[in-house]
């Protein structure tokens, strides 16, 4: 008998969306990820209205994954080591409440364990700073315009993309090997 695979969700804040989404995409366990928005007031945002910084979202991302492939901590853990968590509202050249680090949890499971996670990380001192990393529900995520959407496995050669998303993507495939999927599975 073939059991339905039930999948968990995280909705992360880290900067651009176009640089997580494109780092959890090749990580083994995660089925899809979907930009958008998270942890504003506006309705229905279009991307030029969350870019104004005066929606109150930030660029977010949804991502599905396996719990019985890879944990919520270790999605976390994932998260923290691919932006700079001790920025506020900031992520390298890109500033704006927009851009600032974020979780948002779907249930109190999820809270617990990124305030034990952040609470560990920053008793060791890790980033060298505190970190300021946003916890708070998630009352709604808003996809991002179909445009927005896998933006680094459509366009590559953008300067952007090479700049900035590419050393993204080449740090997590250097320090998390074992966690990543093989090529050919690569959405």
């Given at each position: 008998m073939n059991q339905a695979v039930s999948l968990e969700v995280a909705t992360l804040a880290?900067?651009?969306?176009?640089?997580?989404?494109?780092?959890?995409?090749?990580?083994?366990?995660?089925e899809d990820v979907v930009s958008g928005y998270a942890g504003g007031a506006s309705v229905n945002p279009t991307y030029e209205q969350v870019c104004t910084g005066k929606t109150g979202h930030a660029e977010a991302v949804q991502v599905s994954f396996n719990p019985a492939s890879i944990s919520y901590r270790e999605i976390l853990?994932?998260?923290?080591?691919?932006?700079?968590?001790?920025?506020?509202?900031?992520?390298?050249?890109?500033?704006?409440?927009?851009?600032?680090?974020a979780i948002f949890y779907h249930n109190?499971?999820?809270?617990?364990?990124?305030?034990?996670?952040?609470?560990?990380?920053?008793?060791?001192?890790?980033?060298?700073?505190?970190?300021?990393?946003?916890?708070?529900?998630?009352?709604?995520?808003?996809?991002?315009?179909?445009?927005?959407?896998?933006?680094?496995?459509?366009?590559?050669?953008?300067?952007?993309?090479?700049?900035?998303?590419?050393?993204k993507v080449s740090h997590l495939r250097k320090h998390w090997t074992k966690r990543l999927k093989s090529q050919s599975s690569i959405q």
């Amino acid at each position: 008998m073939n059991q339905a695979v039930s999948l968990e969700v995280a909705t992360l804040a880290g900067g651009c969306f176009w640089c997580i989404e494109a780092v959890f995409r090749e990580i083994d366990g995660v089925e899809d990820v979907v930009s958008g928005y998270a942890g504003g007031a506006s309705v229905n945002p279009t991307y030029e209205q969350v870019c104004t910084g005066k929606t109150g979202h930030a660029e977010a991302v949804q991502v599905s994954f396996n719990p019985a492939s890879i944990s919520y901590r270790e999605i976390l853990e994932i998260f923290f080591s691919v932006h700079d968590p001790t920025t506020p509202n900031r992520q390298g050249a890109d500033v704006g409440t927009q851009y600032r680090s974020a979780i948002f949890y779907h249930n109190d499971r999820q809270r617990a364990v990124a305030e034990q996670l952040i609470g560990e990380i920053d008793e060791a001192r890790l980033w060298g700073r505190l970190m300021v990393t946003q916890i708070a529900p998630l009352d709604r995520f808003y996809p991002a315009e179909d445009y927005y959407q896998q933006y680094f496995s459509r366009h590559p050669e953008q300067a952007y993309c090479q700049m900035v998303i590419l050393p993204k993507v080449s740090h997590l495939r250097k320090h998390w090997t074992k966690r990543l999927k093989s090529q050919s599975s690569i959405q």
